[in-house]
C-alpha cells in the first residue's frame, strides 16, 4: 500500500508565503503523476498544479506566476511553494500522486493516491 502525508500548511497573512510538502511511502515503483488539489467547504477539490514525468507541469490559471511545484524524485517527495498568498488561496490543501506499484504476483499496477489534507489560512 502507498501513503500520502502532508506536511507545512498553517496561518499566513495576506501577501505571505508558504510551502507545503508531501512525502510517498510503500511500495512504490515510480510516481508518474505529483500534484496539488485544493478544497473550501461546499466547493469541489480542484486543481492547483501537477508535474507529469517530471517535465510537464500544469497550473491553475488563478495560481500561475504565484505557486510552483517541484519534486525531489530520490525522496519520493514533492513541494508546493506558495507566493504572494491571497485569502482566496484558504483551502485544504491535498496532495495526490499516480503511483506505479508493484504486487507481489511480480507485476506493476498504476493507482492513484492522496494525502489526508493540509489546512492553509491566509488572513488580512
Known amino acids: 500500500q502507498v501513503q500520502l502525508v502532508e506536511s507545512g500548511g498553517g496561518l499566513v497573512q495576506t501577501g505571505g508565503s508558504l510551502r507545503i510538502s508531501c512525502v510517498a511511502s510503500g511500495n512504490i515503483f515510480s510516481i508518474n503523476t505529483m500534484g496539488w488539489y485544493r478544497q473550501v467547504p461546499g466547493k469541489q477539490r480542484e486543481l492547483v498544479a501537477t508535474v507529469t514525468g517530471g517535465i510537464v507541469r500544469n497550473y491553475a490559471d488563478s495560481v500561475k506566476g504565484r505557486f510552483t511545484i517541484s519534486e525531489d524524485n530520490a525522496k519520493n517527495t514533492w513541494y508546493l511553494q506558495m507566493n504572494s498568498l491571497k485569502s482566496e488561496d484558504t483551502a485544504v490543501y491535498y496532495c495526490?500522486?499516480?503511483?506505479?506499484?508493484?504486487?507481489?504476483?511480480?507485476?506493476?499496477?498504476?493507482?492513484?493516491?492522496w494525502g489526508q489534507g493540509t489546512r492553509v489560512t491566509v488572513s488580512s
Open positions: 495526490y500522486g499516480k503511483v506505479m506499484i508493484m504486487r507481489e504476483a511480480g507485476y506493476p499496477e498504476e493507482d492513484e493516491y
